[in-house]
């Protein structure tokens, strides 16, 4: 397989998607001219040209309500944030528009959309600009949410998240578009609703995804080094969420630690809590351990910064607290 980085898989499954089917089109803050913030979207101008590639405004509740109504009337738009924190300012058309339109409609109307870009933070931009917002939606019904972790993952999930008759979040990193990792030459889809076993371990199940997945490797690096084998699970979609590959690795482990780079309150670690110890309490010698950061806005200072994120150490020591060790 081909090695490529993160943000030309993000692009790659646009264009082919675009090639297939004439409807599905890309707008939103310097997708064309500038090969779009991130160059996730590097030559699509030139091949699809401005009526298909289209630099917006500085406006998130302007495009993202142009995107809806433009999926009510046949198109399959794709919306890029130049971060998820600008889209605060357009979430009154994701979560009162976009999410509730088919219900409102009686199924009249479906809102085939994907709105994508970077999630949670980057190094030091800020409070407002290092925000996790995944729960927020994924609280949502009528949205889908996905976070992958991978170039593989990104291409296979944002390929069927465009063709999804259904409003899905697509949530990337600023600090993984240069990630490089091998992608077939040949179509290929994910499912969404599907974890992945990134690691088979044996002694406690580590659930993750998106860019801190990074630290769970790391962590069971060392961990193996003494001896304790950790099982990571990507969730890659949090909502739906794939409770039975969860609740199965934990019925094996008996042991579970969730790794989430968001605030603690009603985040998607509680959740994941919450449906372990109701469908799977009799199975687990331990208590559930969940790490997130702090619960603070994100500070500048790095060394706040680096004490504010989670690390591998966190999942190091969160491990041998289920292990009693």
Request: charged fraction near 25%.
């Amino acid at each position: 397989m081909r090695t490529i980085q993160f943000r030309e898989a993000i692009c790659e499954a646009m264009s082919e998607e675009m090639r297939r089917d004439e409807s599905i089109y890309l707008m939103g803050e310097e997708v064309a001219e500038y090969n779009g913030a991130y160059k996730a979207s590097k030559g699509m101008l030139a091949e699809f040209g401005e009526k298909r590639v289209i630099d917006t405004p500085i406006a998130e509740l302007g495009f993202s309500g142009i995107a809806v109504g433009s999926a009510m009337n046949g198109n399959r738009p794709i919306v890029e944030y130049m971060t998820f924190n600008f889209c605060l300012v357009g979430i009154d058309q994701i979560i009162n528009n976009a999410a509730k339109m088919r219900q409102m409609t009686g199924g009249q109307f479906n809102v085939p959309i994907v709105f994508r870009g970077p999630t949670a933070s980057a190094g030091q931009l800020g409070a407002t600009h290092s925000q996790a917002l995944e729960n927020w939606f994924a609280n949502t019904p009528g949205l889908k949410v996905i976070v992958p972790s991978t170039p593989y993952d990104a291409k296979g999930l944002l390929k069927s998240a465009i063709r999804d008759n259904d409003p899905v979040i697509f949530m990337e990193s600023e600090q993984m578009y240069g990630d490089k990792g091998e992608v077939p030459d040949g179509e290929y889809t994910i499912p969404i609703g599907v974890a992945d076993v990134k690691r088979e371990g044996k002694d406690v199940t580590i659930v993750s995804f998106g860019k801190i997945i990074k630290e769970a490797f790391i962590a069971a690096d060392e961990l193996e080094k003494e001896g304790i084998s950790c099982e990571i699970i990507d969730l890659r979609t949090v909502r739906p969420m794939d409770k039975d590959a969860i609740l199965k690795s934990v019925k094996k482990t008996n042991r579970l630690v969730i790794l989430e780079e968001a605030w603690p309150v009603a985040s998607i670690s509680s959740e994941i809590t919450y449906i372990v110890q109701e469908q799977a309490f009799d199975f687990l010698d331990a208590p559930i351990q969940r790490i997130t950061t702090a619960d603070t806005p994100a500070p500048y200072s790095p060394v706040l910064l680096k004490e504010w994120l989670p690390n591998a150490g966190d999942v190091v020591k969160a491990v041998k607290k289920v292990l009693y060790k």
